[in-house]
């Protein structure tokens, strides 16, 4: 159980173009979703904080304009990177928390976004 | 804020060695821990996690932590690595009391040799 998906896999657009990339909680409700940045050989950086009905919250330094969050459903949390450039080429993870567990994320499997 | 240190960026062992992978937070209050695994190419799984109660914790295959307050630490150790234990091991921490937002540290290479 506890299966988070993120599609696409891996995606390669020009700049200034947009890309969406969804995750879903595949056997459970997820009222809180997570995005999270990856750089090479580096940590994990939380991005945003998404609710489901509400605005996400962002952490400080990232632009919310830019990465759009948009949490419509208990079980789907879409990030739009919008106007990307080759800066925002990273790897990109969400994770989403069950209603009923405490703290306990589970992790998508991450999507490889390259802006050329 | 918080914040978590993984002093052993790339660790090698051989076999059949006993591991302990360091992980030390900065936090006044109450936390939650966790160390997470990335194998080659696959997501982040969930090996153990630490709320409350007993400190030693036992994880999935094998693993397993101790939560020491006075040392603001929580180590992970298995007794016998295996070549499949080679992966990416992240210490991770969130606030009780908040939206569950993990702080992870920067994570832990290690190399299994045959």
């Known amino acids: 159980g506890a299966v988070v998906s993120q599609h696409p896999s891996w995606v390669i657009c020009k700049s200034g173009t947009s890309v969406k990339i969804e995750c879903r909680s595949l056997d459970f409700q997820a009222t809180t979703m997570f995005w999270y940045r990856q750089f090479p050989k580096q940590s994990l950086m939380l991005m945003a904080t998404?609710?489901?009905?509400?605005?996400?919250?962002?952490e400080q330094g990232v632009e919310k304009d830019k990465f759009l969050i948009n949490h419509a459903s208990l079980t789907l949390s879409t990030l739009t990177v919008t106007s990307a450039h080759p800066e925002d080429s990273s790897f990109y993870i969400c994770s989403a928390k069950p209603g009923t567990s405490a703290d306990t994320q589970y992790f998508g499997p991450g999507t490889r976004l390259t802006v050329l | 804020a918080q914040s978590v240190s993984q002093h052993n960026h790339h660790v090698i062992l051989s076999e059949a060695a006993s591991l302990e992978l360091g992980c030390n937070y900065s936090?006044?209050?109450?936390?939650?821990l966790f160390w997470y695994v990335q194998y080659p190419g696959q997501h982040l799984q969930l090996l153990l996690k630490y709320f409350s109660g007993d400190p030693l914790v036992k994880g999935i295959k094998g693993f397993e932590a101790e939560f020491i307050k006075s040392k603001f630490s929580f180590n992970l150790r298995k007794p016998s690595v295996q070549w499949s234990d080679t992966a990416e091991y992240f210490c991770?921490?969130?606030?009780?009391?908040?939206?569950?937002?993990?702080?992870f540290g920067t994570g832990t290479r290690l190399q299994v040799t045959l």
């Open positions: 936090y006044g209050g109450t936390v939650n």
């Open positions: 991770a921490v969130s606030t009780t009391g908040t939206a569950s937002k993990l702080t």
């Open positions: 998404s609710n489901e009905g509400s605005k996400a919250t962002y």
